[in-house]
């Protein structure tokens, strides 16, 4: 096979990972390093994370939320609560962020011992 063949090949399989959490870390690559046409080509998990499998996993679990019945009210509560959490953290983040930035600047005037040469 050509390269461009493999990338395609590779686009689809990584387009629906079998594993979401080894999606996260890793991406699947076809390597085809053989002569012998009756082997098939081998897949290596490569360190990259599969971006395009996430989005379309979301993607598809987002709809079936969506589509979802009185079942689903109870997943969509909890991450409605995730996010509401998860807003909050990043708040406090933001609200103490100067404080940090103020303690590492006064840090790095401390250290100086020669101030004035």
Known sequence: FSSITLIV??????????NIVKAMIFQTRTVDDNDDKMVPMKEVNVDATNTLGLVIFSILFGLSLRAGNQT???VKNFLGEMSSAMTQ?????VWFGPFGIVS?????????????S
């Open 72 to 74: 689903t009210e109870t």
């Open 9 to 18: 090949i590779d686009l689809f399989k990584n387009m629906a990972p079998s």
């Open 104 to 116: 590492m600047v006064w840090y790095q005037i401390l250290v100086i011992e020669d101030f004035y």
């Open 89 to 93: 953290m990043l708040r406090w983040i």
